[in-house]
């Protein structure tokens, strides 16, 4: 039975949605910003999280789609 080939939309995706998660955690309970509004902090930790997210799905595609050793 041959092995399917992963798919890049979804480690990109699944990683981008736990970088949102995980960044809206640290956004939530870190310290408060006296400059910047609630709102603009979660948006920004949200894009920065996302971004992070899908450079680890990116690798962790990398890793998933590499040729094995011996076929």
């Known amino acids: 039975m041959a092995s399917r080939p992963p798919r890049l939309p979804r480690f990109l995706g699944t990683g981008a949605a736990v970088g949102i998660v995980v960044a809206l955690l640290v956004?939530?309970?870190?310290?408060?910003?006296?400059?910047?509004?609630?709102?603009?902090?979660?948006?920004i930790f949200a894009v920065i999280g996302a971004g992070a997210g899908v450079a680890v799905g990116a690798l962790a595609f990398l890793v998933a789609d590499r040729p094995r050793l011996g076929s």
Do not use: F
């Open 27 to 43: 956004a939530l309970i870190g310290r408060d910003v006296p400059y910047v509004n609630g709102l603009e902090e979660y948006l």
